[in-house]
């Protein structure tokens, strides 16, 4: 095994955004509202009351920034369908200029030589579906089938890589449980049941895509290692359902077409039984998992904290991030061979990794110094490498993100992005974190070893290769 920092030859590098979070216009050219347009124009669920109105303008200036991801040197960007932008109600009429700007999205990325990686749903829900249930109607599997048609059948011939959901136990936690997002609800009974039909959702897509698509498909899930915070039986058993929980929940029932046990025990008199046929449905072949990976939970069994009656415990000398996320690389290459050993090695594209950490609101002298962010690249990069040379088939890496844009309800208090924006101008600044990820991509990850190929243009490289 060599020591020496090379990622293989077609390892894909890219970057992450979603489409409430940068396009703005929500509403413009016929597009129909979305739960988060509602959601965001709720008062007190957004931090300072901000909104997706504007967010980075992304629909009016997506030349500009494909031209900023050239420059960053960019393989793959990923990037998500507003559903409603296309399907105004959600179903039925297909909005012609809304459809038309992914469209010519497409083209002008692969007139650029970056390919297009899609996911066809990153939270926004038609507000029409919702009103009819959303994910608590058994037909949003219908719904969003043919949704996904459409867009196969106008992208297919020129994306080659689909994701059906983007984080689905984020919906159902944050949507369905702790109403902390869109669309707000408070309801133990009700998780359960928008999870699995997320799945079944994401099922009949690939069922259909099997019909008409000639690429590759897969799903996007956050994972998040539960390290037991001490070894006594109960906080192990807090670790395993916390686990379970959001682990194992969206990946067993597409690998072995069964939920966790450990599921029965997190939701108690809330959990259903399901049909077996609803399982036929959710275990498709899929060409890949993507895997979004930001911090570990070391866990505390907490008998009063629900579902999975389990709390995190803050851990002494570690870096956190603006979220309260503890930066622990070690956990993104447990969770990789953890995937690798369950679910038989399945191709792997890490599709969103990185950190928020404070930015200044505007740029000053044309830089913008973020040490921090480059250290948490550089350890979770490194990680990466490391599983790749025991045998875990990674593919590619999206750093998450590209822009800094609405961090949902935290507003646009909280950057992402390694591209900076000033949210009053629209003006974009490339980060000292840009130009590292330049390195990184121009070098194959030679960079991240102190041996690149030729000299770095990033500010302070020699302080941040160990």
């Not at 040490?371 to 599983?387: G, N, S, T």
């Not at 629209?426 to 974190?433: A, G, M």
Request: hydrophobic share 40%; glycine share 8%; net charge negative.
């Amino acid at each position: 095994m060599s020591n020496a920092i090379e990622f293989p030859k077609n390892f894909l590098w890219g970057a992450s955004t979603s489409a409430y979070q940068i396009e703005g216009s929500p509403l413009a050219d016929g597009a129909g509202p979305s739960i988060w347009q509602r959601f965001a124009h709720s008062p007190g669920n957004i931090r300072d009351g901000d909104t997706g109105d504007v967010a980075c303008d992304h629909y009016r200036r997506s030349a500009q920034d494909v031209a900023l991801m050239r420059e960053i040197g960019l393989q793959a960007y990923r990037f998500s369908i507003s559903w409603s932008r296309v399907m105004p109600s959600g179903r039925g009429a297909v909005n012609p200029v809304g459809i038309g700007f992914y469209d010519e999205l497409v083209d002008r990325l692969l007139a650029q030589g970056i390919k297009p990686m899609v996911t066809l749903f990153h939270w926004d829900l038609p507000e029409t579906l919702d009103n009819q249930g959303g994910w608590l109607n058994r037909d949003i599997a219908d719904w969003f089938a043919d949704y996904a048609r459409v867009m196969f059948e106008r992208l297919d011939d020129r994306v080659t890589s689909w994701a059906t959901l983007n984080e689905p136990w984020v919906v159902s936690d944050g949507g369905y449980l702790n109403g902390t997002l869109a669309p707000g609800h408070h309801n133990r009974f009700e998780a359960p049941i928008a999870a699995h039909n997320l799945l079944r959702a994401h099922g009949a897509a690939v069922k259909v895509y099997r019909e008409v698509g000639k690429h590759e498909i897969g799903l996007v899930v956050n994972l998040e290692p539960k390290y037991p915070a001490s070894e006594s039986a109960a906080d192990q058993q807090a670790a395993a359902r916390g686990h379970a929980y959001m682990n194992g929940q969206f990946l067993d029932p597409v690998f072995f077409g069964r939920y966790p046990e450990k599921m029965k025990d997190v939701y108690g008199d809330a959990w259903p039984e399901w049909p077996a046929e609803d399982f036929e449905l959710i275990r498709q072949r899929l060409d890949f998992i993507g895997v979004n990976y930001y911090t570990r939970s070391v866990t505390r069994d907490e008998p009063s904290a629900l579902p999975v009656r389990a709390v995190a415990v803050r851990q002494p000398l570690a870096t956190y991030t603006e979220t309260g996320w503890e930066v622990y690389a070690r956990g993104l290459s447990d969770t990789l061979e953890w995937v690798a050993a369950r679910y038989g090695n399945p191709p792997l594209y890490i599709t969103e990794n990185g950190a928020a950490f404070f930015d200044p609101p505007v740029a000053e002298g044309g830089r913008v110094h973020d040490p921090l962010r480059i250290d948490y690249y550089q350890k979770h990069l490194r990680a990466i490498h490391e599983v790749i040379q025991k045998g875990v088939d990674v593919r590619g890496y999206c750093a998450w993100s590209l822009l800094d844009n609405l961090e949902w309800a935290h507003g646009f208090s909280k950057r992402f992005g390694i591209v900076h924006v000033n949210f009053a101008t629209q003006e974009r600044t490339l980060k000292d974190s840009a130009y590292f990820y330049r390195e990184v991509i121009a070098t194959n990850g030679a960079v991240l070893d102190g041996v690149a190929a030729r000299p770095s243009a990033w500010t302070g490289a020699a302080m941040w290769i160990e």
